[in-house]
């Protein structure tokens, strides 16, 4: 049977988020902080959109590219929270999840060979489709002293003659770095130099709790042109069953990228576009009391993992914490297979995301106070073993 398959798909491994997701579910008594999976429930209004719009019988195919009153919403939204104004007509796509649009994204653009520069640790699926649009994943390794950040240097040594793109994930999962205009502002220049695309994931683009809010790259001069930008409603509006997401950018890529999904998808769930309408009319209030809330868990776990002498910089973005677990000379793999086994506390090792995640654990704090507290309990108790030994 193996002699069926690409040699290609069984070339790429397994996420291992869901590995340890699947330990966590087959395991009783296990609290997991390891799916980056809000714990609110859809707001309401938003519900009842989707609701209605079955009530009401709306549960045929949209256009390919979405339904014309969503991409509108998404354009609005858009110019209401980055300044980039978009045209609905030819420069968006709904998608099914961001994770589609990335997908699409590179299929749209890369030729056998083309190299594309990603940052690591990052999203575990950015290598993986890379490789199956038949390009080469080029991953940068961040370093903790820079907070996780992309700097100019790091950009212009790892470019090639036969470097295509970049992809930009900030705010990042799985460290919660963000980069502030400033940062961005070092590395355009390095971008238009050797006229790169940019395909910049902006999901937790509505999660960062410094007094900066996001910037978006592709609002500098020259950028909005060379730019797709993938967002979604998973993170913000806690629509992660829904699958729904888009991107936008110039017409010419978008309608590539149309072609691949009417073939692959036809379209986005219809009844999920009607509730995503009214996500991005009427959902700011909502997400900004998720953003409080995840800003108190935020605080809170960050604090705890300092007073277990745990270091980790403090993420001013997305929902997640990177501590580094180094001092314990196991790797990421082993403390997280420990830690599940030992005190039933799930959390995913550093090198799911990539070689540079390797020394770290990726926490999750998308879960009530209460679980994370007890959570704290048990990484506790984990670590004082070894303190006694």
Same mark, same amino acid.
């Given at each position: ?5 690409s040699?290609?798909?069984k070339?790429?491994?397994?996420? /291992? ?15 997991s902080? /390891? ?12 519900r ?9 019988g ?27 104004? $978009? ?24 030729n ?7 940052t ?8 993986p ?5 038949d ?16 700097t ?7 470019? #090639? ?21 400033? !940062? ?19 999901? $937790? ?21 060379? #730019? ?17 997401? $888009? ?15 009417q073939?692959a998808?036809?379209?986005?769930p ?7 309408v009214?996500?991005?009319?009427n /959902? ?9 809330e995840? !800003?108190r868990?935020r ?20 929902f997640?914490?990177?501590? !580094? ?24 090792? /550093?090198?799911?995301?990539?070689e ?7 926490i ?20 004082e ?5």
């Amino acid at each position: 049977m193996r002699d069926f398959l690409s040699e290609k798909v069984k070339g790429i491994k397994p996420s /291992g988020i869901r590995r340890f997701f699947d330990l966590a579910n087959s395991t009783e008594g296990v609290i997991s902080l /390891g799916v980056g999976e809000p714990d609110f429930d859809t707001p309401w209004h938003i519900r009842e959109a989707g609701i209605t719009a079955l009530h009401q019988g709306k549960t045929f195919y949209t256009s390919n590219s979405g339904m014309p009153e969503l991409k509108k919403a998404v354009c609005s939204y858009t110019k209401r929270h980055t300044g980039i104004e $978009y045209n609905g007509e030819n420069e968006v796509i709904v998608t099914v999840g961001g994770s589609e649009a990335i997908d699409l994204a590179l299929r749209a653009v890369l030729n056998c060979g083309d190299e594309v520069i990603f940052t690591d640790p990052s999203y575990v699926s950015y290598s993986p489709c890379i490789t199956l649009a038949d390009g080469v994943p080029v991953p940068i390794s961040l370093k903790n002293e820079n907070r996780f950040k992309l700097t100019a240097e790091e950009l212009e040594g790892a470019i #090639t003659e036969k470097t295509k793109a970049v992809i930009l994930s900030f705010p990042n999962n799985p460290t919660g770095a963000v980069m502030t205009r400033e !940062d961005l502002e070092k590395i355009v220049p390095v971008i238009l130099k050797h006229d790169l695309l940019v395909i910049s994931d902006e999901i $937790y683009s509505s999660l960062t709790y410094s007094s900066e809010k996001h910037v978006s790259i592709a609002s500098f001069d020259g950028m909005k042109e060379r #730019t797709v930008l993938i967002n979604g409603f998973s993170k913000a509006f806690a629509m992660t069953g829904w699958r729904l997401g $888009y991107a936008l950018g110039p017409k010419e890529i978008i309608s590539q990228m149309v072609k691949i999904h009417q073939f692959a998808i036809m379209c986005a769930p219809t009844v999920s576009q009607y509730a995503a309408v009214e996500a991005l009319n009427n /959902g700011d209030e909502d997400v900004e009391k998720m953003r409080d809330e995840y !800003d108190r868990r935020r605080r809170y776990l960050y604090n705890e993992l300092l007073k277990m002498g745990l270091p980790c910089f403090e993420p001013e973005g997305a929902f997640y914490m990177f501590p !580094d677990i180094r001092r314990f000379n196991m790797t990421s793999e082993e403390f997280a297979t420990r830690l599940l086994n030992e005190q039933k506390l799930a959390v995913v090792p /550093g090198d799911a995301f990539g070689e540079s995640g390797e020394g770290f654990i990726r926490i999750s704090y998308a879960y009530s106070v209460s679980e994370l507290k007890e959570a704290v309990r048990r990484l506790k108790l984990f670590i004082e073993s070894f303190e006694e030994n």
